[in-house]
Structures are given as C-alpha cells and as structure tokens.
C-alpha cells in the first residue's frame, strides 16, 4: 500500500542529534497514525514514538524528553528529531504506518536507517 523510505541517519558522538526522515509514497495525513521503531544488534525490534492523526504523540520512556516525532503533510513526512543521544540509541530505525485505529501497525519493514552513537 502506502511505500515507507527512511533517511537521515548516521555516526554522531553521544549528546549529539539527528533528524529522521519518513517519506511517504502518498498522503498519510489521514492515517490513525504513524510511528518509529528501532533495532538495535542482538535485541527484538521496539516501538519509540507514535503521532496521532489529531497531532498527540507518546513516546517510549527511554527517549522521552529527548526525542520528538513529527510530521509535515504538505511533503507526506514523518520526522524523528533526536537530541542528547545515547550509546544505546545506536540502533537501525525504521517508520510504519497505522492506517486505521482497527489495523495494527504494517509488517513490510523497509530498508531502516542506521543511526550509531559513538565517541
């Protein structure tokens, strides 16, 4: 359905940001919502952020106060900005999609982008 491409990620030095790009292959502005999720070496996929149709979001308690997830309709992108990173955050991230409050979140994960936080 609707096609996910991540970007932005890369090395950065702990206390350091990044800024996450979603592009979205059409229009998600009228999607229950959208979400980030990371995998980091060794450990299951877990879920960081969500934004709600209506613009409220909820974070995981290992980034809250530190992350904040966002969108821009006019160019169909969800953002992650990420703040006073951690070496824990090192992880693959990757954004989905929840169209409806009735589905649950998408299973065709992308590519991800690897976000590595590093002295």
């Known amino acids: 359905q609707v096609h996910l491409v991540e970007s932005g990620g890369g090395l950065v030095q702990p206390g350091g940001s990044l800024r996450l790009s979603c592009a979205a292959s059409?229009?998600?502005?009228?999607?229950?919502?959208m979400g980030w999720f990371r995998q980091a070496p060794g450990k299951r996929r877990e879920w960081v952020a969500t934004?709600?149709?209506?613009?409220?979001?909820d974070y995981a308690d290992s980034v809250k106060g530190r992350f904040t997830i966002s969108r821009d309709n006019a160019k169909d992108t969800i953002y992650l900005q990420m703040n006073s990173l951690k070496p824990e955050d090192t992880a693959v991230y990757y954004c989905?999609?929840?169209?409806?409050?009735?589905?649950?979140?998408?299973?065709?994960w992308g590519q991800g982008t690897q976000v590595t936080v590093s002295s």
């Open positions: 059409r229009s998600t502005s009228g999607f229950y919502a």
């Open positions: 934004i709600f149709r209506g613009g409220n979001t």
């Open positions: 989905n999609a929840r169209p409806q409050a009735t589905m649950i979140w998408g299973d065709n």
